[in-house]
């Protein structure tokens, strides 16, 4: 299953409502993860289930989707939320992540 | 606390074997399904392979299908990435990750990684 994140990268400011999108290529239920990735750390698991919050996550986030159309939206962005941000389904073997969105200070 | 500590990174030659390590505490490694994911420098994330809590079930990715090995030792609570013939493609962090037990496979907790570098 190939998952397609749109944008690759994007320009914002602190406090813009930002949201990304994850396409897979064919359906995935609701078995979608989305991750941050600061640069130098592993990846932190956000969301799992498309739209459930791992404990600890900022309620800023949220996200939503099922089948093939996922999205993450971030409400307010804070100077710590400039990161890459990935997909990942789970639905299917072998696990596949999208290609990434940057998220970059404007 | 949930700790991973990956290691046995390193240069190897193409071609070369290497066996990376992951070092488990802070949970009931016996009961969690484990990953092994990597990241080539300044790329995306890759998952490589999934072993069940007891070894029943294992899964690989097509990429390194019939080259590496996964393993875990529950009595060490430890897990195992045996790679063969390693190329130069091979070259990325590599991950070791316990999973959630619930909603799916997700990778919940991750180790620092540890760095492979394939290169003659």
């Known amino acids: 299953i190939q998952m397609t994140q749109s944008p690759a990268s994007v320009s914002a400011s602190v406090g813009d409502r930002l949201t990304i999108t994850c396409r897979a290529s064919?359906?995935?239920?609701?078995?979608l993860g989305w991750f941050q990735q600061r640069p130098g750390k592993a990846p932190e698991l956000l969301i799992y289930?498309?739209?459930n919050l791992q404990s600890g996550v900022p309620s800023r986030f949220s996200a939503s989707g099922s089948g093939t159309d996922f999205t993450l939206t971030i409400s307010s962005l804070q100077p710590e939320d400039f990161a890459t941000y990935f997909c990942l389904q789970v639905n299917t073997f072998p696990l596949t992540f999208g290609g990434g969105t940057k998220v970059q200070m404007k | 606390e949930v700790q991973l500590v990956e290691s046995g990174g390193g240069l190897v030659k193409p071609g070369g074997s290497l066996r990376l390590s992951c070092a488990a505490s802070g949970f009931t490694f016996r009961t969690y399904t484990m990953q092994w994911l990597r990241q080539a420098p300044g790329k995306g994330l890759e998952w490589l392979a999934s072993?069940?809590?007891?070894?029943?079930?294992?899964y690989y990715a097509d990429s390194v299908k019939g080259r590496f090995t996964v393993s875990r030792d529950n009595a060490d609570d430890s897990l195992f990435l045996e790679m063969n013939t390693l190329r130069a493609d091979d070259t990325a962090v590599y991950y070791c990750?316990?999973?959630?037990?619930?909603?799916?496979?997700?990778?919940?907790?991750w180790g620092q990684g540890t760095l492979v570098t394939v290169s003659s």
């Open positions: 990750a316990r999973v959630r037990n619930d909603y799916g496979d997700y990778p919940e907790y």
């Open positions: 072993i069940s809590s007891v070894s029943t079930y294992i």
């Open positions: 064919q359906g995935v239920s609701g078995y």
């Open positions: 289930g498309a739209s």
